[in-house]
């Protein structure tokens, strides 16, 4: 069977959830024994989003080859439960940037080169590279804006090429516009839709389905409105209302019957969906057992989109421990020891994030003194797992202003310190240690408990590392490393012997948490949290309690 593209365009306005929608139509092809992936085509001109501001963009997600992506792959990845790569997002930054050096190289001998056809014929080829791989039925391709910005063009005009290219029945153009609620009026308005499919139409891409996020229910009168005015069949005006949760969608898409105009007007050889795994899920997140509160202290707390795969695997852990997890953002500048017990008071467990420059770090430091003298769960990623070196080097060790060279370059313990490959590099794009590396596991250890393997592999974006000079004056006071890459010996887990539940990873966990697979560090984590609850009184469901005692 020849490979299907399905195109995914927005409108009316930015924000509307074209990430989640992709995303839940590829699980519902999955679902439906379809071999599917997911693409992101984004119109910014930076190469990728790793250099951004997380105020700018949110979370940079990484995948296993190292790419700096934008954080709907992550929803990729967790609705659909594959991997994505590279070439699962491309900016038009990474497309000019690829198409002048081809020109500087002479692949353009004699030519001019464009925007059409050169710029063009480079974003087909990243669309066409899955497709042409063997690996998928489908590619669901999203391209990133509204219709009509500008940037977008190229994009607009690269798909509609590519409906010619590869055959007008192996391509679908959905949009995803909001039909708004005008409360003077009492009523739906469809004008905006209309107005952002003629806008599409006038670049030769017309929809074939239209998704409608809207605050209330469409009624046939509205929808007959919208397919005669965008020349879509009536079917193919999907409603798509506000969900409690991200992971409903998949479902009301399936009530509305996406999959199903997807797969007939594709020609599609699909089974009936086996969603038995993901009603489960909804199942939990929506009848918990119990509640936890856990801390997140982070810098960009303001923006929860900063840290969206920590929010989402905390989720995923709490359904497999059958609680939902309440999370409490706390800002790690506002964070100091004479206040940090009344800014954790009744959580259960404190998660130090991620992040990068010194804004926040004594607040960071003081939440982990405070969870380590405490026997409080804690779990840091990557910079919380740096600033639980500091502590403990400061507070346990005997090394008075010990710190990362990343925060003082002239500490006399620099306990956190660059990478030897990492102190020369002067671009700030693509150069962190980043992507999958593996890790043995120490058998004694909380971390070999949660993973049960002698041997994982996680996800990384850092430049900084335990210095292995200063490691042994570190674990002769107590601080154990539990997990090494055994290529380069680098440290990438610690715990401490004493404490029940005291993890920090040098990788990012996070980004490998998916409905399908709930991270076992996330799992693990949420459970000592609901143990560390119970025993200082507060409810919990009655399956882990038999198994604790
Ligand atoms: N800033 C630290 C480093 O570069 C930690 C990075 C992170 O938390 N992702 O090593």
Redesign the pocket.
């Known amino acids: 069977m020849a490979t299907k593209y399905i195109f995914v365009t927005g409108g009316v306005a930015s924000s509307l959830g074209k990430g989640i929608i992709c995303a839940s139509l590829g699980r519902l092809l999955i679902a439906r024994g379809l071999r599917v992936t997911v693409q992101k085509l984004d119109p910014y001109i930076n190469v990728d989003p790793g250099t951004m501001n997380p105020y700018e963009h949110g979370e940079v997600y990484v995948t296993d080859d190292g790419a700096e992506t934008d954080l709907d792959l992550g929803h990729y990845e967790r609705f659909l439960g594959i991997k994505t790569s590279q070439t699962n997002n491309v900016t038009t930054g990474r497309v000019y940037f690829d198409v002048i050096r081809k020109e500087r190289q002479g692949a353009y001998l004699g030519k001019t080169v464009q925007v059409i056809p050169h710029i063009t014929d480079e974003i087909k080829s990243h669309v066409l590279a899955l497709g042409n791989s063997g690996e998928y039925d489908v590619v669901i391709t999203e391209i990133g804006g509204t219709v009509g910005d500008i940037e977008g063009l190229p994009y607009i005009e690269a798909m509609r090429q590519l409906r010619y290219d590869v055959g007008r029945k192996n391509t679908l153009s959905i949009h995803l516009t909001l039909v708004p609620y005008l409360a003077a009026a009492g009523e739906l308005k469809t004008k905006p839709t209309q107005h952002s499919v003629k806008t599409l139409s006038e670049s030769g891409l017309s929809p074939d389905i239209i998704v409608c996020r809207s605050e209330y229910p469409l009624d046939s009168g509205i929808r007959r409105k919208i397919a005669q005015f965008c020349n879509v069949d009536i079917e193919d005006v999907i409603a798509s209302l506000d969900a409690e949760s991200i992971y409903e969608v998949p479902l009301l898409m399936q009530q509305e019957g996406l999959d199903s105009r997807v797969i007939e007007k594709l020609n599609l050889p699909a089974k009936n969906a086996d969603l038995e795994n993901w009603n489960a899920f909804i199942q939990k997140i929506k009848n918990p057992a119990g509640t936890v509160k856990i801390a997140l202290v982070g810098k960009y707390v303001e923006h929860h989109d900063a840290y969206k795969s920590i929010v989402e695997a905390l989720i995923h852990g709490g359904a497999m421990n059958d609680v939902k997890v309440n999370i409490r953002w706390i800002q790690s500048d506002e964070l100091t020891l004479d206040n940090v017990k009344d800014k954790l008071l009744g959580c259960s467990g404190v998660l130090v994030?991620?992040?990068?420059?010194d804004r926040g770090i004594d607040g960071k430091v003081g939440a982990v003194q405070y969870v380590r003298t405490r026997n409080i769960p804690f779990l840091g990623?990557?910079?919380?797992m740096?600033c639980a070196v500091i502590e403990f080097a400061r507070n346990c060790a005997g090394m008075e202003g010990a710190n990362?060279t990343?925060f003082d370059k002239s500490t006399p313990w620099p306990v956190?310190d660059y990478m030897p490959d990492q102190s020369e590099v002067l671009d700030k794009g693509g150069t962190?240690r980043l992507g999958k590396y593996s890790c043995s596991l120490e058998r004694n250890s909380n971390a070999f408990k949660a993973y049960q393997s002698d041997h994982i592999n996680e996800r990384h974006?850092?430049?900084?590392?335990l210095n292995n000079d200063l490691r042994n004056q570190l674990t002769e006071k107590g601080l154990k490393i539990t997990g090494v890459n055994p290529e380069r010996d680098l440290v990438e887990i610690i715990e401490i012997e004493s404490h029940p539940w005291f993890v920090g990873v040098?990788f990012?966990p996070e980004l490998k948490s998916t409905v399908n697979e709930p991270h076992p560090l996330f799992v693990s984590f949420v459970k000592a949290a609901v143990v560390y609850g119970e025993a200082a009184g507060s409810l919990i469901p009655e399956g882990i309690k038999k198994e604790i005692v």
């Open positions: 994030a991620p992040g990068f420059g990623i990557c910079l919380g740096q990362s990343e956190i962190m974006r850092h430049r900084f590392e040098q990012h």
